[in-house]
């Protein structure tokens, strides 16, 4: 099993920035994703981000491509979500997520297993 540990979510202005953090813990391997997924009220759950365990591969959405960077702190183990440029369509409760994908590609959500317990980003 994986557990996961996100922090850093909050308030900021338009045009602001954060960084979100997410920790696995337990059994990780190289074929595994992390990606970041956010929900805000009435609307679905959306893939923005999301990086491959071994080899750093990464995948944006086009809606923070340009805003949203994965990062990692191989030391920790903590991957970061920084975000720039913050809009007000991006609030919401961002949660991630450690699993294989599906066929749907690693933004969209019905095979990640592993889930952290979310954070809230409110920009306005």
């Known amino acids: 099993d994986v557990q996961l540990v996100e922090s850093g979510g909050g308030s900021v202005q338009a045009g602001g920035s954060l960084r979100l953090s997410c920790t696995p813990s337990?059994?990780?391997?190289?074929?595994?994703?992390m990606a970041w997924f956010r929900q805000a009220p009435g609307k679905e759950r959306e893939g923005v981000a999301a990086?491959?365990?071994?080899?750093?591969?990464?995948h944006y959405a086009d809606s923070v491509k340009g805003r949203f960077t994965i990062s990692r702190d191989n030391v920790k183990q903590t991957r970061y979500l920084q975000m720039i440029n913050l809009k007000v369509e991006d609030t919401a409760t961002y949660y991630c997520?450690?699993?294989?994908?599906?066929?749907?590609?690693?933004?969209?959500?019905?095979?990640?297993?592993?889930w952290g317990q979310g954070t809230q980003v409110t920009v306005s």
């Open positions: 337990g059994s990780t391997d190289d074929a595994m994703w």
């Open positions: 990086e491959r365990f071994g080899r750093g591969v990464t």
């Open positions: 997520a450690v699993g294989y994908p599906g066929i749907g590609g690693p933004l969209k959500d019905e095979r990640y297993k592993y």
